[in-house]
């Protein structure tokens, strides 16, 4: 299309990707699909992928009114600080975070941002969640106590002893304000986002959206569940590829949510209960499922956990916002 909008956009749509491969390519071609798609930049931050992901991308992006801006990373950020990354590169007043394993409905981004312009108290919205087969995930999440947090990593919420963190016993069929809605498509106020100072860089990637979440509730701005926007999601599209890391990031950010919103004596806790009762119950379910290289891959998870303490505690002890820690 050699016609440009000559309007700005009113949406920036920012894709983080990491090895998405065909997935990315199919979250795309739904974007060249939605309603007024003229107001819409996208905006893809690759994290030095190596599958070839931003290679050969699809004629279907011939489709956006806007030219898709790329910014390639030649070492992986990690998430939280390529979205960062992502939003500067925009203008608009609204930024939409979506992961690189969605496919949106047509209407979903317009939906989206109606129901966040609409109240001026209104931060964050996220959409409604479903699985390739059409089902409504639970995606919407409880604003993570200490003792939630504690009593999650000692598998009681199994037990029904401790409500789950998401919120398994509603259905997510209306809109209404939540504690956290799931990154894997968060849109925000532009200017709240900056006032915040966008994502904390030390998630290398999980509990970043919920505290992100947290923080905006904290400056008094509501969290909206958006029913109307639908949105595929594949769930874990490429961090699959890397289950010891994945644990060991799950694990990581967890101790530094813990110890960010509820001291540091909350993040010891946290670390004991993932060596001395998540790792146990990981490695006991892959022992019990007869799968040898899961239980080596929880293994060095916990290997990955236990040498990443002493930055993990520096950066606790002393409230920065410094790089990530990445395992060799």
């Given amino acids: 299309m050699t016609d440009r909008p000559a309007l700005p956009p009113v949406l920036d749509v920012v894709i983080v990707n990491w090895n998405g491969g065909a997935l990315l390519r199919a979250c795309l071609a739904s974007l060249a699909g939605v309603q007024d798609a003229a107001s819409v930049q996208v905006i893809v931050v690759d994290n030095a992928s190596t599958d070839g992901s931003v290679e050969d991308l699809p004629p279907d992006l011939s489709l956006l009114p806007r030219p898709l801006r790329l910014i390639r990373n030649v070492e992986n950020r ?106 894997a498509f968060l849109m925000i106020r532009r200017d709240l986002f900056q006032a915040l100072g966008g994502f904390d860089p030390r998630f290398f990637v999980y509990w970043e959206d919920a505290d992100l979440c947290t923080r905006a509730r904290a400056a008094g701005f509501a969290v909206r569940h958006v ?32 110890g960010k919103h509820h001291g540091i004596a909350a993040a010891l806790v946290l670390i004991a209960a993932s060596f001395c009762a998540q790792v146990p119950l990981r490695l006991a379910l892959a022992l019990a499922r007869r799968s040898p290289g899961e239980a080596a891959e929880v293994l060095r998870a916990a290997a990955l956990l236990a040498a990443a303490l002493p930055q993990l505690a520096g950066s606790l002890m002393r409230g920065d916002r410094g790089s990530p820690a990445r395992p060799g």
Avoid at 101 to 118: F, G, H, I, K, S
Avoid at 147 to 154: E, I, S, T, V
Wanted: proline share 5%; glycine share 10%; hydrophobic share 45%.
């Fill in 78 to 183: 990690g998430f939280g600080r390529a979205c960062d990354q992502g939003a500067a590169a925009g203008e608009a007043p609204v930024i939409l975070f979506l992961n690189p394993d969605t496919q949106v409905e047509p209407d979903a981004l317009e939906l989206a941002r109606a129901a966040l312009m609409a109240d001026p108290r209104t931060g964050i919205v996220g959409a409604r969640l479903v699985d390739p087969d059409g089902r409504t995930a639970r995606s919407c999440a409880r604003a993570p106590t200490a003792l939630g947090l504690l009593g999650r990593a000692l598998a009681l919420d199994r037990l029904g002893l401790v409500r789950p963190h998401f919120l398994l016993e509603w259905d997510h069929a209306e809109d209404r304000a939540v504690d956290q809605v799931m990154g």
């Fill in 227 to 258: 029913a109307g926007a639908v949105t595929r999601h594949l769930g874990q599209g490429t961090t699959r590829q890397v289950r010891a890391r994945r644990l060991f990031y799950f694990l990581r950010s967890q101790i530094l949510y813990a």
